[in-house]
């Protein structure tokens, strides 16, 4: 793996799902760089009987090296927080419960962790979007699936279900608030993690566009962007977390800093496009100028014969001997 880091791939899940679990580890057991440790971090509330609760397919998973955690359950956060309370000083990919795994996908992340060692990157993202107003725009008009965007930016969300990688000692201890997490935003890890993020100057980045990710046959029927998305919970949660940022004085850094990102990023998208106008003009110019030259002109009567005789055998195989020879004839004279 890397010289001197580990790299631990950490997921959770709930009875609901449970299930499907062994399909995801089989996909991170599969993939092209194996990560150091699979951390399955588990409620203790919600599997009383701890193992004999899981199924045997899962338990068996033991001797391939995953390693079944038990602790508080703090629904989707037992992903990241205990796994990266445990190991500071490695590396985390967290992944989600319902997905079967590229088998690059592990690959992937740290290739863009060696380009970005200060960011998070992550296979899918979100970009926040601010209205014209400069307030946040709800969590449903925000750009889903950014492809285009592979320089880090705040004003990206890492979406947890493509997979994403945590640099090492990237947090402080404000990220383990639990009484917070417990009261405030139990369902939106991301957001919270976002949040964060931002407060640490640690922006996000895209290892790759993003894909639609194919869940696993039958495990939505218990997904939290059900309540979180359809009935605009993320926005009430996000609102708290943003709160919980603010100044004795009223200001705001973290949503400050969101705000300025996204500026950017919407400038540097049209930038980008104007960019590839000019680099066209400045091409077409360019062409225009070689054509004139008299080494062009000198090259093109050169090769003339040579691309008359490949015009003509081209002609032939594709429309007859018959067709090219009048062709050339009607060509030729007036």
């Known amino acids: 793996?890397?010289?001197?880091?580990?790299?631990n791939v950490s997921l959770t899940s709930f009875p609901a799902r449970i299930g499907f679990v062994p399909q995801v580890i089989n996909s991170i057991l599969a993939q092209s760089v194996k990560p150091d440790r699979i951390l399955l971090w588990l409620g203790e509330g919600q599997f009383p009987n701890k193992e004999?609760?899981?199924?045997?397919?899962?338990?068996?998973?033991?001797?391939?090296?995953?390693?079944?955690?038990?602790?508080?359950?703090?629904r989707p956060h037992k992903k990241y927080f205990y796994t990266m309370q445990k190991y500071p000083?490695?590396?985390?990919?967290?992944?989600?419960?319902?997905?079967?795994?590229?088998?690059?996908?592990?690959?992937?992340?740290?290739?863009?962790?060696?380009?970005?060692?200060?960011?998070?990157?992550?296979?899918?993202?979100?970009?926040?979007?601010?209205?014209?107003?400069?307030?946040?725009?709800g969590y449903r008009l925000w750009k889903r699936g950014v492809k285009n965007v592979h320089y880090p930016n705040h004003a990206l969300l890492a979406v947890g279900v493509g997979g994403v990688?945590?640099?090492?000692?990237?947090?402080?201890?404000?990220?383990?608030d639990k009484d917070f997490i417990i009261n405030n935003c139990i369902n939106a890890d991301d957001l919270w993690l976002k949040a964060n993020e931002v407060a640490?100057?640690?922006?996000?980045?895209?290892?790759?566009?993003?894909?639609d990710v194919k869940n696993i046959r039958g495990s939505q029927d218990e997904a939290l962007y059900k309540s979180n998305d359809f009935n605009d919970v993320n926005d009430v949660q996000f609102a708290a977390i943003l709160k919980h940022f603010e100044t004795a004085d009223g200001r705001n850094p973290v949503a400050d800093m969101l705000r300025i990102s996204a500026a950017a990023l919407e400038n540097s998208d049209n930038a980008a496009d104007e960019g590839t106008k000019e680099l066209l003009k400045l091409a077409e110019k360019e062409l225009t100028d070689v054509k004139k030259s008299a080494s062009y002109k000198i090259g093109r009567a050169v090769t003339l014969l040579p691309r008359c005789a490949k015009a003509f055998a081209l002609c032939v195989q594709n429309n007859g001997f018959g067709y090219t020879v009048k062709l050339v004839v009607k060509r030729l004279l007036p």
């Open 52 to 74: 004999k609760d899981l199924p045997a397919e899962l338990v068996a998973l033991k001797e391939k090296g995953l390693e079944i955690m038990w602790f508080d359950d703090i």
């Open 1 to 7: 793996m890397l010289q001197n880091t580990s790299v």
């Open 200 to 211: 640490g100057n640690v922006p996000v980045v895209l290892a790759a566009p993003s894909e």
């Open 89 to 137: 000083d490695d590396i985390t990919i967290t992944v989600d419960d319902d997905v079967v795994y590229r088998s690059d996908t592990v690959e992937t992340l740290l290739k863009s962790y060696k380009r970005f060692p200060f960011a998070v990157s992550c296979l899918r993202a979100h970009q926040i979007t601010f209205g014209g107003d400069g307030t946040i725009n």
């Open 165 to 176: 990688l945590y640099p090492p000692r990237w947090f402080d201890n404000a990220l383990f």
